[in-house]
């Protein structure tokens, strides 16, 4: 925290929560990140919508891309969960692309990245986590609890696979949540630390514009990156849930 003030380096000032649309946001705490989650969803939207209303034989590009979209996440579904898979398409659909456009929008200046707040990556892992479960049971019933004691244990093991089984499932929650917000904060935090390297060693003079060009050069490449994160993640937690619908539907 010492070196933080000395350098004037705010790493983590970025992803404090504010007020958004004046007043109005002020009165209900709508923040940036609740205006970032209207702003992904509109945005997805006006790419299915835009996209999809020619419906012409040979689709223009934003035809394509939207058809693209489309094609991309069905094939995961019906690869991943097996024919049953299409029913949950519009869930792993809407998960994928939130996510995505709520990473990618972080990226642009002004904006802000709300997945990189643990609160709302719990919260979409707390939803596909009971989803899943209330899947498993409306599927195999009192059954459903036999995926923690895996077949041929022996009985004198059967209380320790258990509390494994148990402890492996509830991690999923975690798995699905800190991953997603880790990732972004910390690409963040690193755009933000060689940003501020840039200002810092561009005003010591001459001196300094050689490795301020260096700097420059890697924030480059970091943003490169973090595109790529980005969409990395956004494709991990739906594969993910498409693997966990996938043991609750087939409860292997």
Not at 24 to 42: E, K
Not at 61 to 88: D, N, P, W
Not at 101 to 109: E, K, S
Request: charge should be neutral.
């Amino acid at each position: 925290m010492a070196a933080e003030a000395h350098t004037g380096i705010d790493a983590l000032g970025q992803f404090k929560l504010e007020p958004a649309l004046g007043a109005i946001g002020h009165s209900v705490n709508f923040t940036q990140a609740n205006l970032m989650m209207v702003v992904a969803s509109g945005l997805v939207l006006a790419l299915l919508f835009l996209g999809m209303r020619p419906r012409a034989m040979v689709p223009g590009r934003l035809q394509s891309a939207a058809e693209m979209c489309y094609e991309t996440v069905m094939g995961m579904c019906t690869e991943q969960i097996g024919h049953e898979g299409k029913k949950f398409f519009p869930l792993v659909f809407c998960l994928f692309f939130f996510i995505l456009f709520g990473n990618l929008l972080g990226v642009f200046p002004y904006f802000f990245t709300f997945t990189s707040h643990i609160a709302v990556t719990l919260a979409m892992s707390l939803f596909v986590f009971l989803l899943v479960t209330f899947v498993a049971i409306k599927e195999h019933g009192m059954h459903f609890f036999s995926y923690f004691l895996p077949k041929g244990v022996p009985g004198a093991l059967a209380p320790l696979m258990i509390l494994i089984e148990i402890i492996s499932y509830l991690s999923r929650i975690v798995s699905l949540s800190v991953r997603l917000f880790a990732n972004m904060m910390a690409g963040h935090v690193m755009l933000e630390v060689f940003g501020s390297f840039i200002v810092m060693l561009g005003g010591l003079g001459l001196l300094g514009y050689f490795p301020a060009g260096l700097s420059l050069g890697v924030n480059t490449m970091l943003i490169g990156f973090e595109l790529l994160v980005a969409t990395l993640q956004a494709y991990v937690f739906a594969i993910l849930t498409c693997i966990y619908l996938h043991d609750a539907v087939h409860l292997h």
